[in-house]
């Protein structure tokens, strides 16, 4: 359910599961000149097969060209049903191999 309001639908519900058909964007702001929120769809659905590589390829051109490095945790495991072991190759390849410099986050106790 929806209310328009001067053209704008407010509707009740997750952005991130737009009701709409067609194409959809998912709009974000983040409010600081030198940070930069890179939304990358690396699979269809959660737990599904996919393949982050063409996602990481695009964040590099773009984290090159903003000289910037790439923070993140680790994408792609948990929910997404990838593993470490298979991601981390991907990330090494496609962004550190092009001079990034990465650094991956673990929440909390745990990790390496």
Known sequence: MSEIVSGIAYVRGDATEPCADGARVIAHVCNDTDLWVANMIG???VGTPGANAPALDRLAGQVIELGASVHMPRIGCGLAGGTWPHVEPLIAGRLVRRG????VYDHGEGGP
Not at 100 to 103: E, K, N, P, Q, Y
């Open 100 to 103: 990034i410099a990465v650094a």
């Open 43 to 45: 699979r269809y659905g």
